[in-house]
T-cell receptor, first 111, second 114 residues
Framework: NAGVTQTPKFRVLKTGQSMTLLCAQD?????MYWYRQDPGMGLRLIHY???????AKGEVPDGYNVSRLKKQNFLLGLESAAPSQTSVYFC??????????FGSGTRLTVV | SQKIEQNSEALNIQEGKTATLTCNYT??????LQWYRQDPGRGPVFLLL?????KEKRKERLKVTFDTTLKQSLFHITASQPADSATYLC?????????????FGGGTRLMVKP
């Protein structure tokens, strides 16, 4: 049972470039989330999904887009990367009112 | 706006002692509260969930209390071991049980010395 798998694990982007972070879960969870973690800021919710085909904005959605075309996948896109988006990105999934299962994270640096 | 406070200073304790971590919150009435463990370079790992109508929850050497009047949760690790050294995060569930989106505190780093 793989749980939540994130790819890539590391990435360096130049300002203005775009990329997509992939998240896949094999637990049949309805809920999926994208968080970013920065020193001194804790984990902050970017976007989330309560089911296939649905997405919603979290606390810090600007500069990001998401898609959930299949229940098991949740994609996070950066259209035009900025240095302020340098962070560690975590994907998570859960059942309703249960604890989250997190992926191992993607460390993104924008130069 | 809602605010979650965890002690940002590291907690250093001796092996075998009980570690107690605090999570305080303001301007919020969460339906439940969760605790996670995070090791360096890894994603958080879920430990315990306690609901607003529960006072205490236990799991092996872990105990969580939830006081909705004080707006505080305490997380205890009894008979602590060096392997318990990690950062512990508290997270608040939404008000009125609306969805499952969590708001996380900044975490407290625990160091257990042999």
């Amino acid at each position: 049972n793989a749980g939540v798998t994130q790819t890539p694990k590391f990435r360096v982007l130049k300002t203005g470039q775009s990329m997509t972070l992939l998240c896949a879960q094999d637990m049949n969870h309805e809920y999926m989330y994208w968080y970013r973690q920065d020193p001194g800021m804790g984990l902050r919710l970017i976007h989330y999904s309560v089911g296939e085909g649905t997405t919603a904005k979290g606390e810090v959605p600007d500069g990001y887009n998401v898609s959930r075309l299949k229940k098991q996948n949740f994609l996070l896109g950066l259209e035009s990367a900025a240095p302020s988006q340098t962070s560690v990105y975590f994907c998570a999934s859960s059942l309703f009112n249960y604890g989250y299962t997190f992926g191992s994270g993607t460390r993104l640096t924008v130069v | 706006s809602q605010k979650i406070e965890q002690n940002s200073e590291a907690l250093n304790i001796q092996e075998g002692k009980t570690a107690t971590l605090t999570c305080n919150y303001t301007n919020y009435s969460p339906a439940y509260l969760q605790w996670y463990r995070q090791d360096p370079g890894r994603g958080p790992v879920f430990l315990l969930l306690i609901r607003e109508n529960e006072k205490e929850k236990r799991k092996e050497r872990l105990k969580v209390t939830f006081d909705t009047t004080l707006k505080q949760s305490l997380f205890h690790i009894t008979a602590s071991q060096p392997a318990d050294s990690a950062t512990y995060l508290c997270a608040l569930g939404p008000e009125n049980n609306a969805g499952n989106m969590l708001t996380f505190g900044g975490g407290t780093r625990l160091m257990v010395k042999p």
